[in-house]
């Protein structure tokens, strides 16, 4: 007893850095993106205050590149707008339907955090849950998808971003309409990779790559990027790599999306998986 | 003493404020992650208990995985860098030095030898840190490479506000 008493005194320090040592490694298995600790909450209250004062300095420097990319997206958006509202005209003309709603529904978000140099990239928005944003709803540009809402506290959500080894999404190649499933590799932040692609598929470099519309947190055909090389050897499947078309530094602006009949749809999924 | 601990602790609030505001947006290319925090746990006085030096070290580490949403990531590597200052300590240091007062700096030991022990520390805390990140060892090459870079980075920086520091 003695003697154990002895030990643990001369040996204090690393006894003291082990147990600690144990306790942040503890820390850090626990942190998954679905569980997250009450902890966390207040953190990013905390973090996300202090990010949007940082955010609203710095945000000076970029408002000739914001700007312009905005005006392009008035522009693509006039356009639909042109072409939708004819087609609406001829819908209701034609069959006089009453249901045009839209099923998804978008919000504007400011992104007030973001990294693209870790492998598990986040980022943070300026809405929460005061403002209706909900766990896995999807973030996106115009020109692509940004990533999937983690967590919400009451004025900011934090992101898994696109850029985030643990996240996979569903896409296609817009030619062939062939879906297969879309990461990042965690190397460089320009570029992702398509799989499971079968090996029969004719492919070309410059192919665009869209969102398949197969979950439900995502709209159809949401550009994502075009193909820069494509690698088919000793598999059935097509390992692709795509670049993106939005550099993911320059991401300022962004939607969050939410789909109105997601709840419907998981739940038939639901039972279809269960029975 | 009163007045060591408020250096201390406007020390730990520019650093850390210095860390989120300026250089986690600093972003040069995809290799190079600067994290100058842990120029607080090298500048720690001499005599300070070993309870102290690990406390400080998870409380740094833990302020960082706040804004940065990394919890655990940084205070393991923090937490682990603060373990081995002692023994980096003793093997750089004379007997005597070690008696000494204060705390480690570049005008008391020299260039040479602030600029050893920096990279030193700096580096083990940036191995351990973004081989946690990665979580595997699969492109062990590339995340050495960020390791190297990255530590000389770190490294640079912490001379500088070292050095800026001095002419006060």
């Known amino acids: 007893m003695n003697s154990l008493l002895r030990f643990l005194v001369k040996n204090q320090f690393v006894l003291l850095f082990i147990v600690l040592e144990l306790f942040s490694l503890w820390l850090l298995s626990n942190h998954s993106y679905y569980q997250r600790s009450k902890f966390e909450s207040v953190a990013r209250s905390v973090s996300g205050y202090t990010n949007s004062k940082v955010d609203e ?20 958006l006039r356009k639909q707008l042109a072409v939708l509202s004819s087609k609406v005209e001829l819908l209701t003309e034609v069959v006089g339907d009453t249901i045009t709603d839209s099923v998804y529904t978008y919000q504007p978000a400011r992104i007030i ?4 140099n870790k492998q598990y990239n986040y980022l943070t928005l300026n809405k929460g849950s005061n403002h209706g944003v909900e766990v896995e709803m999807g973030v996106v540009t115009n020109q692509g998808v940004v990533g999937i809402v983690a967590g919400v506290s009451p004025n900011y959500s934090t992101v898994i971003s696109l850029l985030n080894v643990d996240l996979k999404l569903s896409a296609k190649l817009t030619r062939t309409n062939h879906y297969g499933s879309l990461y990042w590799e965690g190397g460089n ?3 992702v990779t398509l799989s499971d692609i079968p090996q029969h598929v004719p492919l070309s470099i410059g192919d665009t790559v869209a969102t398949s519309g197969f979950s439900s947190i995502f709209p159809e055909n949401i550009p994502i990027g075009i193909i820069s090389s494509y690698n088919s050897k000793g598999s059935n499947f097509h390992t692709i790599k795509v670049k993106l078309f939005r550099d993911f530094k320059q991401l ?9 009949q997601k709840d419907e749809q998981d739940q038939l999924e639901e039972t279809i998986n269960n029975s | 003493m009163g007045k060591g601990i408020l250096r201390y602790a406007g020390l730990f609030i520019l650093l850390i404020l210095l860390q989120v505001v300026v250089f986690n947006n600093l972003q040069l290319s995809g290799y190079i992650n600067p994290y100058i925090y842990v120029m607080f746990i090298l500048l720690l006085p001499y005599e300070i208990s070993g309870w102290l030096l690990l406390g400080l070290g998870l409380l740094t580490g833990l302020t960082v995985d706040t804004f940065m949403n990394t919890i655990g990531m940084h205070s393991s590597a923090t937490l682990f860098m603060a373990f081995l200052r002692p023994y980096v300590l003793n093997l750089f240091t004379d007997r005597e030095d070690i008696d000494q007062k204060g705390s480690p700096s570049m005008q008391v030991n020299g260039l040479v030898w602030f600029i050893k022990y920096s990279l030193v520390l700096v580096f083990m805390h940036h191995l351990s840190l973004f081989f946690i990140e990665s979580f595997a060892f699969t492109g062990f090459f590339h995340t050495l490479w960020r390791v190297i870079l990255s ?9 500088i506000l070292q050095s800026l520091t001095i002419k006060k």
């Open chain 1, 57 to 76: 300095a710095s945000s000076y420097f970029n408002l000739s590149e914001t700007n312009k990319v905005l005006a392009q997206e008035n522009l693509e």
């Open chain 2, 151 to 159: 530590t000389l980075a770190t490294t640079a920086f912490i001379l």
């Open chain 1, 252 to 260: 300022y602006n962004v939607w969050i999306v939410s789909n109105k």
């Open chain 1, 113 to 116: 955090n973001n990294s693209v």
């Open chain 1, 189 to 191: 932040y320009q570029e």
